[in-house]
C-alpha cells in the first residue's frame, strides 16, 4: 500500500520556468513532509522541509505548499535552471511529535530534467 | 568528508551468496537507518538504530537480512543467501536524537547486482 503519492513520474521545464510536483498522503498521523533531491549514483539529501502547521515554507527557490485538509503538499522552483536536473522525492513521517516512528514513507520520485 | 560512508560502493554476488555492507554514520549522530532503493522506486525503510538499540524493522526485512550496530558507532547489513529480488540500492542514513525529525543525511549507498 503506497501511503504517499507522487507526480508526476517525469516533469521537462525550460530554464527559468516553474517546476510544480505534487503529492498527496493517506496516513493523517504523518506529521513532518521533507523533499528530497537526489542525482544519479548518489544519496538523496534533503531540500526543503515542512510540518502540517504551516501552509507554506520557502528556502531560496524552492517552496513547499502545504494543504492539511486536502492531504496534499507540493514542491515548487522558481527560475529552474539545468543544474535543477534530478530526481526529487516527497516523504513523510510519524515522528515529528516524538509518538511516532521516525521512519520515512518516500514517494516513487519526479525526474525532473530543466532544458537551457 | 565529514558525511556518512557507505563501503562498498557495489558489490555483484551470485545468487546463494552472503553478503555484508558497511555504514559509518556522521560522528556525533547517534541514529542510523537503512532503506532500500530499487530502480524508479523511492528509498524504503529496512530498520532503525537509536545507539546500539535496533528499534524499528520493516516487513520488507527478511529473516535473510540482518543489520547490527555493536558499539553504536559504524553499522552492518548483512544478507544471506541473496537472490536476485535483493538487487537494489542499499542505503544508510544517519540523524541526532536531540531533536524530533532531525534531518537524515543520506550515504551513497552501497549498489547490489545478484547475478
Known amino acids: 500500500q503506497q501511503q504517499v503519492k507522487q507526480s508526476p513520474q517525469s516533469l521537462i521545464v525550460q530554464k527559468g520556468g516553474i517546476s510544480i510536483i505534487n503529492c498527496a498522503y493517506e496516513?493523517?498521523?504523518?506529521?513532518?513532509f521533507p523533499w528530497y533531491q537526489q542525482f544519479p549514483g548518489k544519496g538523496p539529501a534533503l531540500l526543503i522541509a515542512i510540518r502540517p502547521d504551516v501552509s507554506e515554507k520557502k528556502e531560496g527557490r524552492f517552496t513547499i505548499s502545504f494543504n492539511k485538509s486536502a492531504k496534499q503538499f507540493s514542491l515548487h522552483i522558481m527560475d529552474s535552471q539545468p543544474g535543477d536536473s534530478a530526481t526529487y522525492f516527497c516523504a513523510a513521517s510519524m515522528g515529528y511529535s516524538g509518538a511516532g516512528s521516525y521512519q520515512l514513507t518516500f514517494g516513487k520520485g519526479t525526474k525532473l530534467s530543466v532544458i537551457p | 568528508d565529514t558525511g556518512v560512508s557507505q563501503d562498498p560502493r557495489h558489490k555483484i554476488t551470485k545468487r546463494g551468496q552472503n553478503v555484508t555492507f558497511r555504514c559509518d554514520p556522521i560522528?556525533?549522530?547517534?541514529?542510523l537507518y537503512w532503506y532500500r532503493q530499487t530502480l524508479g522506486q523511492g528509498p524504503e525503510f529496512l530498520t532503525y538504530f537509536q545507539n546500539e538499540a535496533q528499534l524499528e524493522k520493516s516487513r520488507l526485512l527478511s529473516d535473510r537480512f540482518s543489520a547490527e550496530r555493536p558499539k553504536g558507532s559504524f553499522s552492518t547489513l548483512e544478507i544471506q543467501r541473496t537472490e536476485q529480488g535483493d538487487s537494489a540500492m542499499y542505503l544508510c542514513a544517519s540523524s541526532l536524537a536531540t531533536g524530533n525529525n532531525s534531518p537524515l543525511h543520506f550515504g551513497n549507498g552501497t549498489r547490489l547486482t545478484v547475478t
Open positions: 496516513n493523517t498521523a504523518f506529521d513532518y
Open positions: 560522528s556525533e549522530h547517534n541514529r
